[in-house]
Protein backbone atom coordinates (compact mmCIF):
# COMPACT_ATOMS: atom_id res chain seq x y z
CA UNK A 1 0.00 0.00 0.00
CA UNK A 2 1.06 3.37 -0.74
CA UNK A 3 2.70 5.93 1.86
CA UNK A 4 -0.20 8.12 2.84
CA UNK A 5 1.98 9.96 5.77
CA UNK A 6 2.42 13.72 5.51
CA UNK A 7 5.45 15.14 6.20
CA UNK A 8 6.33 16.18 10.28
CA UNK A 9 6.89 20.28 10.92
CA UNK A 10 3.59 21.20 9.03
CA UNK A 11 2.32 22.53 12.05
CA UNK A 12 5.76 24.80 12.99
CA UNK A 13 6.23 25.81 9.41
CA UNK A 14 2.37 27.00 9.30
CA UNK A 15 2.45 28.75 12.63
CA UNK A 16 5.53 30.93 11.44
CA UNK A 17 4.16 31.79 8.22
CA UNK A 18 1.15 33.25 10.05
CA UNK A 19 3.22 35.08 12.26
CA UNK A 20 4.95 36.31 9.41
CA UNK A 21 1.98 37.50 7.48
CA UNK A 22 -0.10 38.70 10.34
CA UNK A 23 3.59 41.29 11.01
CA UNK A 24 3.21 42.35 7.65
CA UNK A 25 0.00 43.55 7.79
CA UNK A 26 -0.06 45.74 11.34
CA UNK A 27 -3.36 47.80 9.94
CA UNK A 28 -5.00 44.60 11.14
CA UNK A 29 -2.92 44.01 14.72
CA UNK A 30 -2.45 47.69 15.72
CA UNK A 31 -5.65 48.58 16.99
CA UNK A 32 -6.27 45.27 18.80
CA UNK A 33 -3.25 45.55 20.14
CA UNK A 34 -3.22 49.04 21.28
CA UNK A 35 -6.51 49.30 22.57
CA UNK A 36 -6.63 47.65 25.60
CA UNK A 37 -3.98 49.18 26.77
CA UNK A 38 -5.63 52.84 26.03
CA UNK A 39 -8.24 51.84 27.90
CA UNK A 40 -6.70 50.45 30.80
CA UNK A 41 -5.06 53.83 30.85
CA UNK A 42 -7.19 55.49 30.28
CA UNK A 43 -10.36 54.16 32.84
CA UNK A 44 -7.57 52.93 35.72
CA UNK A 45 -4.78 55.23 35.53
CA UNK A 46 -6.25 58.46 34.10
CA UNK A 47 -9.27 59.30 35.90
CA UNK A 48 -8.60 57.57 39.32
CA UNK A 49 -6.15 60.66 39.71
CA UNK A 50 -3.46 58.25 42.24
CA UNK A 51 -4.28 55.21 41.76
CA UNK A 52 -3.68 52.84 44.20
CA UNK A 53 -1.07 50.33 43.65
CA UNK A 54 -3.48 47.52 44.84
CA UNK A 55 -6.35 49.07 42.83
CA UNK A 56 -3.78 49.28 39.45
CA UNK A 57 -3.03 45.59 40.14
CA UNK A 58 -6.69 44.32 40.59
CA UNK A 59 -8.08 45.51 37.08
CA UNK A 60 -5.18 44.41 35.75
CA UNK A 61 -6.37 40.99 36.00
CA UNK A 62 -9.60 42.14 34.28
CA UNK A 63 -8.28 44.13 31.56
CA UNK A 64 -5.22 41.34 30.55
CA UNK A 65 -7.99 38.92 29.63
CA UNK A 66 -9.94 41.73 27.59
CA UNK A 67 -6.63 42.32 25.58
CA UNK A 68 -6.38 38.53 24.49
CA UNK A 69 -9.88 38.87 23.28
CA UNK A 70 -9.36 41.28 20.96
CA UNK A 71 -6.80 39.87 18.71
CA UNK A 72 -8.17 36.23 19.66
CA UNK A 73 -11.77 37.71 17.75
CA UNK A 74 -11.04 40.20 15.19
CA UNK A 75 -7.46 39.24 13.30
CA UNK A 76 -7.61 35.44 13.75
CA UNK A 77 -11.28 34.48 14.67
CA UNK A 78 -13.92 36.78 12.50
CA UNK A 79 -10.73 37.35 9.72
CA UNK A 80 -10.84 34.09 8.23
CA UNK A 81 -14.50 34.81 7.36
CA UNK A 82 -12.50 37.42 4.67
CA UNK A 83 -10.39 34.66 3.95
CA UNK A 84 -12.93 32.56 2.93
CA UNK A 85 -14.39 35.10 1.18
CA UNK A 86 -10.87 35.44 -0.58
CA UNK A 87 -10.41 31.72 -1.79
CA UNK A 88 -7.96 31.53 0.84
CA UNK A 89 -9.41 28.59 2.82
CA UNK A 90 -10.20 26.70 -0.13
CA UNK A 91 -6.44 26.66 -1.45
CA UNK A 92 -5.74 24.88 2.18
CA UNK A 93 -8.61 22.65 1.62
CA UNK A 94 -7.80 20.55 -1.08
CA UNK A 95 -4.16 20.71 0.04
CA UNK A 96 -2.95 17.96 2.22
CA UNK A 97 -2.24 20.19 4.98
CA UNK A 98 -4.81 19.14 7.99
CA UNK A 99 -6.93 21.69 9.24
CA UNK A 100 -5.73 21.27 12.66
CA UNK A 101 -2.68 23.05 11.32
CA UNK A 102 -4.88 26.10 10.32
CA UNK A 103 -6.28 26.22 13.42
CA UNK A 104 -2.90 26.20 15.40
CA UNK A 105 -1.35 28.44 12.88
CA UNK A 106 -4.11 30.97 13.86
CA UNK A 107 -3.87 30.56 17.83
CA UNK A 108 -0.25 31.11 17.38
CA UNK A 109 -0.24 34.26 15.83
CA UNK A 110 -2.93 35.39 18.00
CA UNK A 111 -1.29 34.46 21.09
CA UNK A 112 1.56 36.73 19.91
CA UNK A 113 -0.62 39.39 19.06
CA UNK A 114 -1.91 38.92 22.63
CA UNK A 115 1.35 38.95 24.35
CA UNK A 116 2.08 42.75 22.65
CA UNK A 117 -1.22 43.68 24.05
CA UNK A 118 -0.50 42.33 27.53
CA UNK A 119 3.04 43.52 27.46
CA UNK A 120 1.76 47.56 26.92
CA UNK A 121 -0.80 46.58 30.10
CA UNK A 122 1.77 45.53 32.06
CA UNK A 123 4.11 48.46 31.64
CA UNK A 124 1.15 50.79 32.38
CA UNK A 125 0.39 48.98 35.33
CA UNK A 126 4.29 49.14 36.76
CA UNK A 127 4.18 52.47 35.95
CA UNK A 128 1.60 52.89 38.32
CA UNK A 129 3.05 51.05 41.01
CA UNK A 130 1.52 47.44 40.92
CA UNK A 131 3.32 45.30 43.00
CA UNK A 132 3.54 41.42 42.06
CA UNK A 133 6.14 38.82 42.87
CA UNK A 134 7.61 36.68 39.89
CA UNK A 135 5.72 34.07 40.41
CA UNK A 136 2.67 36.35 39.88
CA UNK A 137 3.53 38.18 37.14
CA UNK A 138 4.64 34.89 35.54
CA UNK A 139 1.24 32.86 35.99
CA UNK A 140 -0.57 35.99 34.93
CA UNK A 141 1.12 36.33 32.16
CA UNK A 142 0.54 32.44 31.36
CA UNK A 143 -3.57 32.56 31.96
CA UNK A 144 -3.65 35.91 29.54
CA UNK A 145 -2.06 34.23 26.95
CA UNK A 146 -3.78 31.00 27.13
CA UNK A 147 -6.65 32.99 27.29
CA UNK A 148 -6.64 33.70 23.37
CA UNK A 149 -7.56 29.84 22.88
CA UNK A 150 -11.05 29.77 23.79
CA UNK A 151 -11.48 33.35 22.00
CA UNK A 152 -9.90 32.97 18.89
CA UNK A 153 -11.28 29.43 18.51
CA UNK A 154 -14.99 30.93 18.71
CA UNK A 155 -14.18 33.87 16.63
CA UNK A 156 -12.81 30.56 13.84
CA UNK A 157 -15.90 28.80 14.07
CA UNK A 158 -17.95 32.13 13.79
CA UNK A 159 -15.68 33.40 11.13
CA UNK A 160 -16.71 29.75 9.07
CA UNK A 161 -20.27 30.51 9.25
CA UNK A 162 -20.88 34.18 8.49
CA UNK A 163 -19.85 36.25 5.40
CA UNK A 164 -16.50 38.58 6.59
CA UNK A 165 -19.21 42.00 6.95
CA UNK A 166 -21.63 39.79 9.76
CA UNK A 167 -18.65 37.82 11.35
CA UNK A 168 -16.57 41.67 12.26
CA UNK A 169 -20.00 42.83 13.73
CA UNK A 170 -20.91 39.47 15.30
CA UNK A 171 -17.00 39.62 16.79
CA UNK A 172 -18.12 43.03 18.13
CA UNK A 173 -21.10 42.33 19.71
CA UNK A 174 -19.70 39.37 21.30
CA UNK A 175 -16.06 41.94 22.42
CA UNK A 176 -18.60 43.67 24.22
CA UNK A 177 -20.51 41.27 25.91
CA UNK A 178 -17.62 39.02 26.75
CA UNK A 179 -15.79 42.33 28.18
CA UNK A 180 -18.78 43.68 30.29
CA UNK A 181 -20.72 40.47 31.40
CA UNK A 182 -17.73 38.95 31.84
CA UNK A 183 -16.57 41.72 34.58
CA UNK A 184 -13.25 42.68 33.05
CA UNK A 185 -13.96 46.41 33.19
CA UNK A 186 -16.14 46.37 36.22
CA UNK A 187 -16.09 43.85 38.59
CA UNK A 188 -18.39 41.23 38.63
CA UNK A 189 -19.47 41.99 42.44
CA UNK A 190 -20.61 45.28 41.24
CA UNK A 191 -22.77 44.51 38.66
CA UNK A 192 -26.65 43.65 38.25
CA UNK A 193 -27.56 40.37 39.11
CA UNK A 194 -28.81 39.45 36.02
CA UNK A 195 -25.63 40.57 34.45
CA UNK A 196 -23.45 38.12 37.06
CA UNK A 197 -25.97 35.58 36.17
CA UNK A 198 -25.34 35.59 32.18
CA UNK A 199 -21.54 36.17 33.14
CA UNK A 200 -21.14 32.73 34.38
CA UNK A 201 -21.53 31.30 30.97
CA UNK A 202 -19.14 32.82 29.43
CA UNK A 203 -15.41 31.83 29.29
CA UNK A 204 -14.32 35.64 30.07
CA UNK A 205 -16.33 35.71 33.52
CA UNK A 206 -14.14 32.43 34.69
CA UNK A 207 -10.57 33.51 32.95
CA UNK A 208 -11.63 36.77 34.84
CA UNK A 209 -11.71 35.49 37.99
CA UNK A 210 -8.63 33.09 38.19
CA UNK A 211 -6.56 36.20 37.15
CA UNK A 212 -7.99 37.95 40.25
CA UNK A 213 -6.94 35.10 42.56
CA UNK A 214 -3.69 35.30 40.84
CA UNK A 215 -3.04 38.98 41.76
CA UNK A 216 -4.93 38.31 45.34
CA UNK A 217 -8.02 40.94 44.74
CA UNK A 218 -11.52 39.94 45.97
CA UNK A 219 -13.20 36.57 43.78
CA UNK A 220 -16.15 35.05 43.55
CA UNK A 221 -16.56 31.20 43.98
CA UNK A 222 -14.08 28.52 43.53
CA UNK A 223 -10.89 28.74 41.67
CA UNK A 224 -11.25 24.75 40.70
CA UNK A 225 -14.24 24.69 38.94
CA UNK A 226 -13.73 28.44 37.52
CA UNK A 227 -10.77 26.45 35.95
CA UNK A 228 -12.69 23.57 35.08
CA UNK A 229 -15.51 25.63 32.93
CA UNK A 230 -12.64 27.35 31.65
CA UNK A 231 -11.36 23.74 29.70
CA UNK A 232 -14.92 22.44 29.41
CA UNK A 233 -16.00 26.20 27.50
CA UNK A 234 -12.73 26.16 25.49
CA UNK A 235 -13.35 22.06 24.45
CA UNK A 236 -17.14 23.49 23.32
CA UNK A 237 -15.10 26.36 21.08
CA UNK A 238 -12.93 23.92 19.39
CA UNK A 239 -15.96 21.94 18.68
CA UNK A 240 -17.90 24.86 17.11
CA UNK A 241 -14.23 25.78 15.60
CA UNK A 242 -13.73 22.16 13.94
CA UNK A 243 -17.66 21.81 12.39
CA UNK A 244 -17.50 25.21 11.16
CA UNK A 245 -14.41 24.14 9.09
CA UNK A 246 -15.96 21.09 8.02
CA UNK A 247 -19.32 22.65 7.28
CA UNK A 248 -18.51 26.35 5.50
CA UNK A 249 -19.54 26.59 2.31
CA UNK A 250 -16.85 26.43 -0.49
CA UNK B 1 -18.75 0.97 -15.38
CA UNK B 2 -15.84 -1.04 -13.97
CA UNK B 3 -13.35 0.35 -10.99
CA UNK B 4 -10.48 0.49 -12.39
CA UNK B 5 -7.12 -1.44 -10.49
CA UNK B 6 -4.95 1.90 -11.47
CA UNK B 7 -7.84 4.10 -10.51
CA UNK B 8 -6.59 7.11 -8.32
CA UNK B 9 -9.60 8.80 -7.90
CA UNK B 10 -13.20 7.27 -8.23
CA UNK B 11 -16.68 8.61 -7.82
CA UNK B 12 -19.26 5.42 -7.17
CA UNK B 13 -22.73 5.99 -8.07
CA UNK B 14 -22.47 9.68 -6.05
CA UNK B 15 -25.43 11.99 -6.35
CA UNK B 16 -25.30 15.33 -5.11
CA UNK B 17 -27.70 18.03 -4.42
CA UNK B 18 -26.90 22.01 -4.58
CA UNK B 19 -29.73 24.82 -3.55
CA UNK B 20 -32.38 22.68 -3.58
CA UNK B 21 -31.30 21.19 -6.95
CA UNK B 22 -29.92 17.59 -8.59
CA UNK B 23 -26.53 18.69 -9.83
CA UNK B 24 -25.27 15.07 -10.05
CA UNK B 25 -27.02 11.89 -10.45
CA UNK B 26 -25.57 8.24 -9.34
CA UNK B 27 -22.40 9.68 -11.50
CA UNK B 28 -19.86 7.13 -12.19
CA UNK B 29 -16.07 8.10 -13.00
CA UNK B 30 -12.67 6.42 -12.28
CA UNK B 31 -9.53 8.70 -13.04
CA UNK B 32 -6.30 6.27 -14.06
CA UNK B 33 -2.90 6.84 -13.58
CA UNK B 34 -0.97 7.86 -16.61
CA UNK B 35 -3.66 9.21 -18.01
CA UNK B 36 -5.00 13.03 -19.12
CA UNK B 37 -8.53 13.21 -18.47
CA UNK B 38 -10.59 15.99 -19.78
CA UNK B 39 -14.22 16.84 -18.35
CA UNK B 40 -15.96 18.63 -20.64
CA UNK B 41 -19.50 20.10 -20.98
CA UNK B 42 -21.90 23.22 -20.49
CA UNK B 43 -22.09 25.40 -17.31
CA UNK B 44 -23.55 23.51 -14.90
CA UNK B 45 -23.56 19.76 -16.21
CA UNK B 46 -21.79 19.20 -13.13
CA UNK B 47 -18.08 19.43 -13.81
CA UNK B 48 -17.13 21.85 -10.94
CA UNK B 49 -19.07 19.65 -8.54
CA UNK B 50 -17.80 16.35 -9.45
CA UNK B 51 -13.86 18.04 -9.08
CA UNK B 52 -15.03 19.36 -5.35
CA UNK B 53 -16.52 16.07 -4.78
CA UNK B 54 -12.92 14.10 -5.41
CA UNK B 55 -11.01 16.72 -3.59
CA UNK B 56 -13.17 16.83 -0.57
CA UNK B 57 -14.46 20.41 -0.39
CA UNK B 58 -18.13 18.71 -0.66
CA UNK B 59 -19.25 15.76 0.57
CA UNK B 60 -21.54 12.94 -1.75
CA UNK B 61 -24.95 13.03 -0.43
CA UNK B 62 -25.50 9.08 -1.42
CA UNK B 63 -22.19 7.15 -3.12
CA UNK B 64 -18.54 7.35 -2.59
CA UNK B 65 -15.70 9.37 -3.42
CA UNK B 66 -12.00 7.90 -3.05
CA UNK B 67 -9.16 9.52 -3.49
CA UNK B 68 -6.35 6.69 -3.41
CA UNK B 69 -8.91 4.43 -1.61
CA UNK B 70 -9.46 7.13 1.25
CA UNK B 71 -12.22 9.36 1.90
CA UNK B 72 -11.15 13.11 0.11
CA UNK B 73 -12.70 15.10 3.16
CA UNK B 74 -9.00 13.42 4.84
CA UNK B 75 -5.92 14.90 4.92
CA UNK B 76 -3.86 11.55 4.29
CA UNK B 77 -6.17 11.21 0.94
CA UNK B 78 -4.70 14.21 -0.36
CA UNK B 79 -1.33 14.08 0.34
CA UNK B 80 -0.67 13.15 -3.50
CA UNK B 81 -2.75 15.50 -5.06
CA UNK B 82 -2.17 19.00 -6.89
CA UNK B 83 -5.39 20.94 -7.21
CA UNK B 84 -5.90 23.85 -9.29
CA UNK B 85 -8.34 25.84 -8.10
CA UNK B 86 -9.94 28.42 -10.65
CA UNK B 87 -10.90 30.83 -8.26
CA UNK B 88 -9.02 30.66 -4.85
CA UNK B 89 -7.45 33.44 -4.15
CA UNK B 90 -3.53 33.86 -3.14
CA UNK B 91 -2.42 35.42 0.51
CA UNK B 92 -1.74 38.93 -0.73
CA UNK B 93 1.09 39.79 1.82
CA UNK B 94 3.56 36.53 1.32
CA UNK B 95 6.03 36.39 -1.67
CA UNK B 96 5.76 34.30 -4.20
CA UNK B 97 9.03 31.80 -3.22
CA UNK B 98 7.08 31.76 0.45
CA UNK B 99 4.12 30.46 -0.39
CA UNK B 100 5.68 27.39 -2.63
CA UNK B 101 8.08 26.88 -0.26
CA UNK B 102 5.38 27.02 2.63
CA UNK B 103 2.97 24.46 0.13
CA UNK B 104 5.52 22.23 -0.82
CA UNK B 105 5.93 21.74 2.71
CA UNK B 106 2.64 20.04 3.02
CA UNK B 107 4.10 16.96 0.22
CA UNK B 108 6.71 14.18 1.43
CA UNK B 109 9.04 14.13 -2.00
CA UNK B 110 8.34 18.26 -3.21
CA UNK B 111 10.42 19.12 -6.09
CA UNK B 112 12.72 21.92 -4.86
CA UNK B 113 11.41 25.42 -4.76
CA UNK B 114 13.66 26.75 -7.06
CA UNK B 115 12.25 24.33 -9.86
CA UNK B 116 8.86 24.35 -9.34
CA UNK B 117 9.24 27.98 -10.35
CA UNK B 118 11.23 27.77 -12.87
CA UNK B 119 8.80 25.18 -14.69
CA UNK B 120 5.87 27.41 -13.55
CA UNK B 121 7.94 30.25 -15.10
CA UNK B 122 8.50 32.18 -11.95
CA UNK B 123 11.97 32.78 -11.03
CA UNK B 124 11.78 35.91 -11.89
CA UNK B 125 8.47 36.45 -9.72
CA UNK B 126 9.95 34.77 -6.79
CA UNK B 127 10.08 37.70 -4.52
CA UNK B 128 7.08 39.76 -5.71
CA UNK B 129 4.47 39.66 -3.19
CA UNK B 130 1.32 37.89 -4.27
CA UNK B 131 -0.80 41.01 -3.91
CA UNK B 132 1.14 42.44 -6.29
CA UNK B 133 0.76 39.48 -9.16
CA UNK B 134 -1.07 40.43 -12.76
CA UNK B 135 -4.20 37.52 -13.18
CA UNK B 136 -1.87 35.45 -15.33
CA UNK B 137 0.64 35.46 -13.11
CA UNK B 138 -1.67 34.50 -10.24
CA UNK B 139 -2.75 31.62 -12.39
CA UNK B 140 0.68 30.72 -13.07
CA UNK B 141 1.00 30.45 -9.35
CA UNK B 142 -1.87 28.48 -8.46
CA UNK B 143 -0.22 26.09 -10.87
CA UNK B 144 3.01 25.81 -9.01
CA UNK B 145 0.95 24.94 -6.03
CA UNK B 146 -0.75 22.21 -7.91
CA UNK B 147 2.63 21.14 -8.90
CA UNK B 148 5.04 21.74 -6.37
CA UNK B 149 4.60 18.37 -4.73
CA UNK B 150 5.10 15.97 -7.42
CA UNK B 151 1.28 14.63 -7.01
CA UNK B 152 0.20 11.60 -8.64
CA UNK B 153 -2.97 13.02 -9.24
CA UNK B 154 -3.20 16.55 -10.35
CA UNK B 155 -6.43 18.20 -10.66
CA UNK B 156 -6.33 21.16 -12.97
CA UNK B 157 -9.90 23.37 -13.31
CA UNK B 158 -9.97 25.71 -15.87
CA UNK B 159 -6.38 25.95 -16.02
CA UNK B 160 -5.20 28.09 -19.01
CA UNK B 161 -8.02 30.74 -18.71
CA UNK B 162 -6.60 34.18 -18.23
CA UNK B 163 -3.32 32.74 -19.13
CA UNK B 164 -1.34 34.27 -22.03
CA UNK B 165 -0.37 31.58 -25.41
CA UNK B 166 3.41 30.97 -24.15
CA UNK B 167 2.37 30.27 -20.30
CA UNK B 168 -0.39 28.14 -21.56
CA UNK B 169 2.07 25.56 -23.93
CA UNK B 170 4.35 25.89 -21.16
CA UNK B 171 1.68 24.22 -18.73
CA UNK B 172 0.36 21.76 -21.90
CA UNK B 173 4.49 20.60 -21.49
CA UNK B 174 4.13 19.85 -18.10
CA UNK B 175 1.08 17.97 -17.94
CA UNK B 176 2.42 15.76 -20.45
CA UNK B 177 5.29 15.61 -18.79
CA UNK B 178 4.11 14.58 -15.72
CA UNK B 179 1.10 11.96 -17.48
CA UNK B 180 3.89 10.32 -19.00
CA UNK B 181 5.54 9.89 -15.65
CA UNK B 182 2.41 8.03 -14.47
CA UNK B 183 0.78 10.77 -12.67
CA UNK B 184 -3.32 10.95 -13.44
CA UNK B 185 -4.52 14.13 -14.96
CA UNK B 186 -7.88 15.38 -14.49
CA UNK B 187 -8.65 18.74 -15.71
CA UNK B 188 -12.45 20.84 -16.29
CA UNK B 189 -11.42 23.07 -19.72
CA UNK B 190 -13.64 25.28 -21.94
CA UNK B 191 -10.88 25.07 -24.63
CA UNK B 192 -11.60 21.98 -26.58
CA UNK B 193 -8.36 22.49 -28.64
CA UNK B 194 -6.66 22.12 -25.12
CA UNK B 195 -9.14 19.19 -24.61
CA UNK B 196 -7.87 17.69 -28.05
CA UNK B 197 -4.10 18.80 -27.45
CA UNK B 198 -3.94 17.44 -23.96
CA UNK B 199 -6.61 14.75 -23.31
CA UNK B 200 -6.32 10.81 -23.70
CA UNK B 201 -9.84 10.48 -22.92
CA UNK B 202 -12.77 12.52 -22.84
CA UNK B 203 -15.62 12.58 -20.53
CA UNK B 204 -18.86 15.08 -21.61
CA UNK B 205 -21.10 15.49 -19.19
CA UNK B 206 -24.61 17.45 -19.36
CA UNK B 207 -27.04 17.62 -16.66
CA UNK B 208 -25.06 15.67 -14.08
CA UNK B 209 -24.66 12.68 -16.19
CA UNK B 210 -21.92 11.15 -18.43
CA UNK B 211 -22.75 11.59 -21.91
CA UNK B 212 -19.74 10.57 -23.72
CA UNK B 213 -16.44 9.18 -22.29
CA UNK B 214 -13.69 8.15 -25.17
CA UNK B 215 -10.69 9.18 -26.77
CA UNK B 216 -10.65 12.29 -28.56
CA UNK B 217 -10.04 10.51 -31.69
CA UNK B 218 -12.94 8.27 -30.81
CA UNK B 219 -15.38 11.16 -30.66
CA UNK B 220 -14.49 12.87 -33.71
CA UNK B 221 -15.69 9.65 -35.38
CA UNK B 222 -17.91 9.09 -33.78
CA UNK B 223 -19.35 12.99 -35.36
CA UNK B 224 -18.40 11.37 -38.85
CA UNK B 225 -17.67 13.18 -41.95
CA UNK B 226 -18.51 17.11 -42.20
CA UNK B 227 -19.96 19.82 -40.81
CA UNK B 228 -21.50 22.40 -42.95
CA UNK B 229 -22.67 25.70 -41.57
CA UNK B 230 -24.88 27.91 -43.41
CA UNK B 231 -27.54 30.97 -43.50
CA UNK B 232 -30.65 29.74 -44.91
CA UNK B 233 -34.48 30.27 -44.12
CA UNK B 234 -34.78 26.67 -44.19
CA UNK B 235 -36.10 25.21 -40.93
CA UNK B 236 -34.04 22.46 -39.41
CA UNK B 237 -36.33 19.78 -39.75
CA UNK B 238 -36.45 20.00 -43.66
CA UNK B 239 -32.67 20.27 -43.66
CA UNK B 240 -32.59 17.18 -41.66
CA UNK B 241 -34.31 15.06 -44.01
CA UNK B 242 -31.82 16.09 -47.04
CA UNK B 243 -29.42 12.83 -48.64
CA UNK B 244 -26.69 12.44 -45.99
CA UNK B 245 -27.45 14.61 -43.15
CA UNK B 246 -27.26 12.70 -39.52
CA UNK B 247 -28.17 15.95 -37.83
CA UNK B 248 -28.97 19.35 -38.15
CA UNK B 249 -29.90 22.42 -36.02
CA UNK B 250 -29.97 25.94 -35.35
CA UNK B 251 -26.53 27.85 -34.12
CA UNK B 252 -26.78 31.14 -33.21
CA UNK B 253 -28.13 32.54 -36.95
CA UNK B 254 -26.83 29.89 -38.97
CA UNK B 255 -28.39 26.22 -39.91
CA UNK B 256 -25.43 23.66 -38.50
CA UNK B 257 -25.70 20.03 -40.40
CA UNK B 258 -23.55 17.13 -39.80
CA UNK B 259 -23.02 14.82 -42.69
CA UNK B 260 -21.41 11.54 -43.85
CA UNK B 261 -22.10 12.73 -47.46
CA UNK B 262 -20.89 16.55 -47.87
CA UNK B 263 -21.30 17.25 -51.47
CA UNK B 264 -24.62 15.33 -51.60
CA UNK B 265 -25.98 17.58 -48.82
CA UNK B 266 -24.59 20.64 -50.40
CA UNK B 267 -26.15 20.17 -53.83
CA UNK B 268 -29.65 19.47 -52.19
CA UNK B 269 -29.32 22.64 -50.22
CA UNK B 270 -28.45 24.96 -52.82
CA UNK B 271 -31.94 23.35 -54.39
CA UNK B 272 -33.87 23.83 -51.95
CA UNK B 273 -32.97 27.53 -50.67
CA UNK B 274 -31.29 29.33 -53.68
CA UNK B 275 -31.02 32.35 -51.50
CA UNK B 276 -28.21 30.76 -48.90
CA UNK B 277 -25.79 32.60 -47.75
CA UNK B 278 -22.48 32.22 -46.07
CA UNK B 279 -21.70 28.41 -46.75
CA UNK B 280 -18.92 26.47 -45.03
CA UNK B 281 -17.67 23.01 -44.98
CA UNK B 282 -15.24 21.55 -42.75
CA UNK B 283 -14.23 18.07 -41.20
CA UNK B 284 -16.11 17.33 -37.80
CA UNK B 285 -13.60 18.94 -35.47
CA UNK B 286 -14.25 17.73 -31.70
CA UNK B 287 -15.80 20.66 -30.70
CA UNK B 288 -18.38 19.31 -33.82
CA UNK B 289 -18.55 16.20 -32.08
CA UNK B 290 -19.54 17.60 -28.07
CA UNK B 291 -22.11 19.18 -30.07
CA UNK B 292 -23.57 16.91 -31.22
CA UNK B 293 -23.34 14.49 -28.31
CA UNK B 294 -25.25 17.18 -26.19
CA UNK B 295 -27.74 18.48 -29.04
CA UNK B 296 -28.20 14.50 -28.86
CA UNK B 297 -28.39 14.59 -25.72
CA UNK B 298 -30.75 17.56 -25.00
CA UNK B 299 -33.72 15.64 -27.75
CA UNK B 300 -33.34 12.62 -25.32
CA UNK B 301 -34.49 14.80 -22.52
CA UNK B 302 -36.89 16.87 -23.98
Request: charged content about 15%; overall charge neutral; hydrophobic content about 50%.
Amino acid sequence: MIAHALPSGIWRRECLAEIRRSWRLPQFLVPTVLTPAAFYGLFTLAIDKAPSPDAAAASLAGYGVFAAIGPALFGFGAGVAMEREQGLIELKRVSPMPASAYVAAKLAAATVATAAAIGLIYLLAIVAGAALSPEQWMALALLHLASTIPFALIGIGVGMRMSGKGAVATANALFLGFAVLGGLWIPSAMLPGWMRGVGEFLPSYHLGQLARAIVGTDTIGSMTVHGALVLAMTGLASVWAWTGWRRSPA
Amino acid sequence: MMQDLAAVATLTAVSKRLGGKPVLDRLNLAIGAGEVTALLGPNGAGKTTSVSLLTGRLRADTGEARLFGLDPARPAARARMGVMLQAAGLPDVMTVAELVTLQSGYYRDARPVPETLAVAGLSDLAQRRCGALSGGQARRVHYALALCGRPDLLVLDEPTAAMDRASARGLWATVREAAADGAAVLMTTHDLAEADALADRVVVMDAGRIVADDTPAALRARAGGSVIRCRTILPPSRAAILPGVREACVDGAELRLVTADAVATVRTLLDADPALTDLRVHDASLEDAIASLLAADERIAA
